[in-house]
């Protein structure tokens, strides 16, 4: 059973940085397809960034974040992070994690509804 339990929200200025982290577990596997989510009040849930799935950075990352998030993932530490840079306001929501290893590419893994794993979330507000 994987468990995923994110980390590093906060409140954050336009322009300012923050590094989100999503400790796994139940994972043996070092190429295990896994993401980040968000939501945002009132807007559907979007497919923000995946890693250890075949596609380009197109398929990899949403437009609206593409040149300033970055997933890694670290498997000697267990842990995923998305580390945000440029923060805007529109990026504020509830983040979370997500894995599945029935899903290879970034792209359907990106617009899934129906992902086997998911962590709690975590919040980040971008207000000036």
């Known amino acids: 059973q994987v468990q995923l339990v994110e980390s590093g929200g906060g409140s954050v200025q336009p322009g300012e940085s923050l590094t989100l982290s999503c400790v796994y577990s139940g994972v043996t596997d070092n190429r295990y397809p896994m993401g980040w989510f968000r939501q945002a009040p009132e807007k559907e849930r979007e497919g923000v960034a995946a890693?250890?799935?075949?596609?380009?950075?197109?398929?990899r990352y949403a437009d609206s974040v593409k040149g300033r998030f970055t997933i890694v993932k670290d498997h000697s530490r267990n842990t995923l992070y998305l580390k945000m840079n440029s923060l805007k306001l529109e990026d504020s929501g509830i983040y979370y994690c997500?894995?599945?290893?029935?899903?290879?590419?970034?792209?359907?893994?990106?617009?899934?509804?129906?992902?086997?794993?998911w962590g709690q979330g975590t919040h980040v507000t971008v207000s000036s």
């Open positions: 997500a894995a599945d290893s029935n899903i290879g590419d970034c792209a359907s893994f990106r617009f899934s509804n129906d992902l086997n794993y």
């Open positions: 890693i250890d799935c075949s596609g380009s950075d197109r398929d």
